[in-house]
């Protein structure tokens, strides 16, 4: 994929490069980088949500419904950036209303979308109740 910068390229205490897309997921601090509407489309979610983000980089961010809107897996916390995001639609602010431990900053990784380069910071809860029951790892509910 052109224009990807690996984690250990990306000097954290700048911001990122003009047109450039820098997206830090938590608890794991893992960081990606890539310019803006470069991305290809995994198919899980909408094209340049954090979903897509997270299928493309290999970081997991659980999604049971494949990125349908239909499930709360991929809820997220944005930390920061929510500005360049999309407005959440009714079809995710009903379904956010059954997720687990629900924040002003609540999103559906495979709904909310990145509209404009820039840097988000977005954590994924440490637990999620559909971890345990759909034999899902653990690793990030136990972490921290």
């Known amino acids: 994929?052109?224009?990807?910068?690996?984690?250990?390229?990306?000097?954290?205490?700048?911001?990122?490069a003009p047109n450039m897309v820098r997206v830090t997921f938590l608890p794991e601090g893992k960081t990606v980088e890539f310019e803006f509407g470069t991305m290809p489309y995994e198919h899980h979610g909408k094209p340049m949500s954090f979903l897509d983000v997270a299928e493309n980089f290999g970081i997991f961010l659980d999604h049971a419904c494949g990125g349908a809107c239909a499930c709360?897996?991929?809820?997220?916390?944005?930390?920061?950036g929510g500005q360049g995001l999309s407005e959440a639609d009714d079809d995710e602010l009903d379904r956010l209303d059954m997720a687990a431990d629900l924040q002003l900053n609540s999103r559906l990784g495979c709904q909310a979308v990145i509209t404009k380069p820039g840097a988000y910071v977005v954590e994924i809860p440490k637990w999620n109740r559909n971890y345990v029951s759909e034999g899902k790892p653990l690793a990030l509910a136990e972490e921290k």
Do not use: A, F, R
């Open 1 to 16: 994929m052109s224009g990807v910068t690996t984690e250990k390229e990306i000097d954290l205490s700048t911001p990122p």
């Open 72 to 80: 709360t897996t991929c809820h997220v916390w944005i930390k920061d």
